[in-house]
T-cell receptor, first 115, second 111 residues
């Protein structure tokens, strides 16, 4: 079966510090990978998605970047955090196109507080 | 532009009081419509995928239906453990594989 791991669960970082959040998927190959951010009481905002190694699409101009160094690894980074980067970050995966099951599966999220 | 609107924003029900949540969508071509449940501080948990108008899916007290413009999540005789935020998302046939989410309905079921 497939599983998705996301860490850390919570993070408190000072303004101006760097950020690295990691997500890995097990039990599948060549998944589509996603990073979403959820503000308190709000819906999910798509930040980045990737359909293959080294292929990253950015949805929102911002202080963040994403990388996919391996097939099942997705990393969200920032060189200098802003207060506005605080939020709940979620990683997700889905099967590559051609499958009838197209739903995405989410990790348990990282609560980031920038102070 | 693909868009998803959910209503109501919040809903309080008595235990056993059935109701429906609405998800209206605008998409160039629908590849799939998805329902998720999210508990506080957790990632969304997948519930259903619907692909075409007229399709229905059921799981315990939940039933999801789909038309060409909207989807409903019907909750029959809810229990307090059904309290959560329910999210709706769509994926279009544009080939980008993005999931566009609504802002969710916060459901509270009172004992």
């Amino acid at each position: 079966s497939q599983t998705i791991h996301q860490w850390p669960a919570t993070l408190v970082q000072p303004v101006g510090s760097p950020l690295s959040l990691e997500c890995t998927v097990e039990g599948t190959s060549n998944p589509n990978l996603y990073w979403y951010r959820q503000a308190a009481g709000r819906g999910l905002q798509l930040l980045f998605y990737s359909v293959g190694i080294g292929q990253i699409s950015s949805e929102v101009p911002q202080n963040l970047s994403a990388s996919r160094p391996q097939d099942r690894q997705f990393i969200l980074s920032s060189k200098k955090l802003l207060l506005s980067d605080s939020g709940f970050y979620l990683c997700a995966w889905s099967r590559t196109g051609g499958y009838s099951n197209t739903e995405a599966f989410f990790g348990q999220g990282t609560r980031l507080t920038v102070v | 532009e693909d868009q998803v609107t959910q209503s109501p924003e919040a809903l309080r029900l008595q235990e056993g009081e059935s109701s429906s949540l609405n998800c209206s969508y605008t998409v160039s071509g629908l590849r799939g419509l998805f329902w998720y449940r999210q508990d506080p501080g957790k990632g969304p948990e997948f519930l259903f995928t619907l692909y075409s108008a007229g399709e229905e899916k059921e799981k315990e007290r939940l039933k999801a239906t789909l038309t060409k413009k909207e989807s409903f999540l019907h909750i029959t005789a809810p229990k307090p453990e059904d309290s959560a935020t329910y999210l709706c998302a769509v994926q279009s046939t544009s080939g980008t594989y993005k999931y566009i989410f609504g802002t969710g309905t916060r459901l509270k079921v009172l004992a």
